[in-house]
């Protein structure tokens, strides 16, 4: 699995508008409605859906990242939305510091190894203090497509 195929066309946020969580992730998930990743019938029930998981426990793990994920039974394949932000996030991260980079991951919820995998993915290229250096310092979503293919391709390392 590799990021660039999670992270489609359209979902890509270089430019998050809120500082604050449950906004950026409304805009996340109308990012992932728009691209057609998501239903736009699910809109509400998605976007109420994170916020349950983020209520139950932060996914704001530190070092400027957050990753909100969810499985439902309404989505049919697995995709996620990059949200960037320059003045930081506040996502109640465990370091209480402010969040400059969010994947949001919509899986199905039928494939739970599948959303796992992801998340592997996810979090192996976030472990990267380059990985994260970079996506913090992307201005377009094209900076963003790049990054994750070079990722993909692992040219990017610690």
Do not use: C, W
């Amino acid at each position: 699995m590799r990021l660039s195929q999670l992270v489609g066309t359209g979902a890509i946020v270089a430019r998050l508008a809120s500082a604050q969580r449950d906004e950026a992730i409304i805009e996340l998930v109308d990012a992932l409605v728009s691209s057609g990743a998501a239903p736009a019938r699910l809109r509400d029930d998605l976007v109420r859906s994170v916020l349950e998981r983020e209520r139950r426990g932060s996914t704001g793990f530190g070092r400027g990242v957050a990753v909100p994920h969810v499985k439902h039974h309404g989505v049919q394949t697995m995709a996620a939305a990059v949200g960037l932000s320059e003045r930081g996030v506040d996502f109640n991260a465990l370091d209480k510091q402010p969040v400059y980079s969010v994947f949001l991951l919509l899986s199905p919820e039928d494939r739970p190894e599948d959303h796992l995998h992801a998340m592997e993915v996810i979090f192996k290229n976030l472990s990267k203090e380059t990985f994260r250096r970079f996506l913090r310092q992307a201005r377009t979503a094209e900076e963003v497509r790049t990054l994750l293919d070079e990722a993909d391709n692992q040219l990017i390392t610690g």
